[in-house]
């Protein structure tokens, strides 16, 4: 069975409290390199739903798009970072918010 992952999603601004939390510095940021790697690759570049991915991890898209699904419009105006789901928890606490790839919610307790 392939490893599980989720979807962390950011806003822009999302995006620059983090990069100005470390001084533009990625590489204070105390999360795995893929993650850092595609923060600076999400930064400056508007989200409109986009996911950045890691070339180490599946390239599944969002298709269709979950109209229905409460997140939906919030997703749609950011960008997601797709992270392996044994990750999500250490950007908890960070901005953004981390669904499942249907856009459910993915939280540390409930996971599902």
């Known amino acids: 069975?392939?490893?599980p992952?989720?979807?962390w999603w950011l806003s822009q601004e999302a995006t620059e409290q983090i990069w100005c939390a470390f001084d533009?510095?990625?590489?204070?940021?105390?999360?795995p390199l893929y993650i850092r790697r595609e923060i600076i690759s999400r930064f400056g570049r508007p989200g409109l739903g986009?996911?950045?991915i890691a070339p180490d991890l599946?390239?599944?898209?969002?298709n269709p798009w979950p109209e229905d699904m409460p997140l939906s419009k919030a997703a749609a105006d950011c960008g997601g970072i797709v992270i392996w789901e044994r990750d999500?928890?250490?950007v908890c606490?960070?901005?953004g918010f981390v669904t499942f790839r249907d856009l459910r919610p993915w939280s540390p307790a409930g996971k599902h």
């Open 93 to 95: 606490g960070w901005p």
């Open 50 to 52: 986009r996911l950045w």
């Open 24 to 31: 533009g510095r990625p590489e204070g940021m105390p999360f």
């Open 88 to 90: 999500a928890p250490q």
């Open 1 to 3: 069975m392939d490893e």
């Open 58 to 62: 599946p390239d599944d898209d969002i």
């Open 5 to 7: 992952t989720v979807v």
